[in-house]
């Protein structure tokens, strides 16, 4: 019964492969969006450009708190994860 099934269905294949690869291409795209890194990078280099002076205190409260509420999306997002 399976070869049969196979044989019926061989015209779908073409279809199949493409929704594996839509799967795997959004797999990879939620890894980059959701990976913690690049929003910690911002935040350290967010803090040297407090101390160097070149932001102030209110445009890196502002910034910051953008970043926090990333990073928490993030945390939130992986919790869910199985």
Do not use: S
Not at 1 to 16: D, K, N, S
Not at 22 to 31: F, Q, T, Y
Not at 56 to 77: A, G, P, V, Y
């Amino acid at each position: 019964m399976g070869l049969f099934t196979q044989i019926l269905t061989l015209p779908l294949a073409p279809v199949r492969g493409v929704g594996w690869v839509m799967e795997r291409v959004l797999e990879a795209a939620e890894d980059e969006y959701y990976d913690p890194a690049p929003v910690q990078a911002e935040l350290a280099a967010l803090e040297k450009r407090l101390l160097a002076g070149e932001i102030d205190e209110e445009t890196f409260d502002r910034q910051e708190d953008e970043l926090l509420d990333r990073l928490e999306e993030i945390r939130n997002f992986r919790n869910q994860q199985p």
